[in-house]
């Protein structure tokens, strides 16, 4: 499977933008670029994901580079129920490679 | 989105005994189950796949006589941990995969071993 790297921690302040980056540099064609976050104590939750171009959802935008080896993660105004563990994962796209390997992802801190 | 559940959500037994975790797809049919466990401040480590009707697929050092994946139905695959010891005491995830491939995960069950 196709590596990740994420910086260990990030910090933020309440209502600023914040930008979550992942290295990818070995993604291939098929990958897709999938996000997750996991707040204490609970199961991990899908954010966005996406394939070459950016993405946007309620929850964040997906800027995804334009060679694809890298992504970032944008949360336009954090909050403090935001502060979670962020995990880029990519996932072959194929159709029949599903399994999700997490990295050590990033630990977001909100500060009010 | 998606829901799925875990049941029981903490538990606590005695070294020796079996403990059964069980997951539930509520509002689709998962054709795939995943089994993860995460250590205190560490990532989820995947255990075993789950296929409706057929064998689980375990990862490599994960013992299959000592972690139980069945998956009867559609909705529903369980964990049992068989002679528990306090090794095993973590927080187990399970996540369910529809045919479109998305994943959606379970809240956990945390495990504890005495």
């Known amino acids: 499977d196709a590596k990740t790297t994420q910086p260990n921690s990030m910090e933020s302040n309440e209502e600023e933008p914040v930008h979550l980056p992942c290295n990818h540099s070995?993604?291939?064609?098929?990958?897709?670029i999938h996000w997750y976050r996991q707040l204490p104590s609970q199961g991990p939750e899908y954010v966005i994901h996406g394939l070459t171009s950016n993405v946007n959802n309620r929850m964040a935008s997906l800027a995804i580079a334009e060679d694809r080896k890298s992504s970032t993660l944008i949360l336009h105004r954090a909050t403090l129920r935001d502060a979670a563990v962020y995990y880029c994962?990519?996932?072959?796209?194929?159709?029949?490679?599903?399994?999700?390997?997490f990295g050590k992802g990033t630990l977001l801190t909100v500060n009010p | 989105g998606a829901v799925v559940s875990q049941h029981p959500s903490r538990v606590i037994c005695k070294s020796g005994t079996s403990v059964k975790i069980e997951c539930r797809s509520l509002?689709?049919?998962?054709?795939?189950m995943f089994w993860y466990r995460q250590f205190p401040k560490q990532s989820l480590m995947l255990m075993a796949t789950s296929n409706e009707g057929s064998k689980a697929t375990y990862e490599q050092g994960v013992e299959k006589d000592k972690f139980l994946i069945n998956h009867a139905s559609l909705t529903l695959s369980t964990l049992t941990v068989t002679s528990a010891h306090p090794e095993d005491s973590s927080f187990y995830i399970c996540?369910?995969?529809?045919?479109?491939?998305?994943?959606?995960f379970g809240p956990g069950t945390r495990l504890t071993v005495t």
């Open positions: 070995t993604i291939s064609g098929t990958d897709y």
């Open positions: 994962i990519l996932i072959g796209g194929g159709g029949s490679n599903y399994k999700l390997t």
């Open positions: 509002d689709f049919q998962a054709t795939t």
């Open positions: 996540s369910a995969s529809n045919r479109g491939g998305e994943q959606y």
